[in-house]
Structures are given as structure tokens and as C-alpha cells.
């Protein structure tokens, strides 16, 4: 199966933002300064590259002249991974500006928030991880 350019760039794009996001919440946790210029470039990577991927993927299989079949439940896993990620998306972005607000005044956003920390982080996970098994039973396991 030819697996489109642009799938490829984005799986392997969100390892890249997810080790963006990991090293923003390990660098607050560890109070070390806060990271705002990467904070910014993930956050605006993951939103007009990786949002806009979702998006256009999801008007295209739902488009009257859809040429790929989805089964209702790979439909219904594909919104709940879109959606999912969107709020994964959000939080990191509520978040780290709420933790770049406290680093300024000399607090440590995670550090002092470590169950809202370990469950963003598992939210995180989850929404990456389902969308890196989407891709692989999608382009890289046999369809039969």
C-alpha cells in the first residue's frame, strides 16, 4: 500500500513534539527556567502541522467521494483519536503557558501539580500512542 508523504512526516513528527513536550514538563518539574521558545515552536508545529493533518484526513474520509472504505468502528476509533488529541493538544498548550506564567514569579508549575502533571502525561501518551498504532494497522500491517 503507498502510504502518503505527508502520514509519514506527520507520525514521525509527533515522536519529535512528543520529546518537545516531555523536556517542557521534565525541565519545569525539575525547576530548571522555563523553555518558552520551544514551548512556542511545539505548540505551533503540533497546531498547523499536526492539527491540520487530522483535520484534512477527516474531511477526506468523510467527503461524498470518498474513495477509501472505513468501517464504522475504524471510523468512530479515527474520531476518538482526533479528539482526543485535540484535547491532549489544548491542555499542553493551557498548561505550559499557566507554567510559564508561575516560572516567571519563581514557581514550578508541575512540580507543585504532580497528579494534574502524570495525568496530562498519561493523556499524552494515550493520544500518541493511538495515533501511532492508527498509522501502522493503517500502512504498515497486511489488510486481508
Known sequence: MHIPPFSIFSAVSELFVTAGVLFVVRRNWNRQPFPFALFIVVSLFEALVNVMYMANRSAAASAPGAT???????????????????????????LGTLAH?????????????????WTFLVLWTISIGSGEIIFAMRYLVPQG
Open 68 to 94: 477509501e472504505l472505513l468501517s464504522t468502528a475504524m471510523k468512530i476509533g479515527y474520531a476518538a483519536h482526533g479528539l482526543l488529541s485535540l484535547v491532549a493538544y489544548l491542555v499542553f498548550v493551557v
Open 101 to 117: 506564567q508561575e516560572a516567571k514569579a519563581g514557581r514550578w508549575f508541575f512540580r507543585e501539580r504532580p497528579a494534574l502533571m
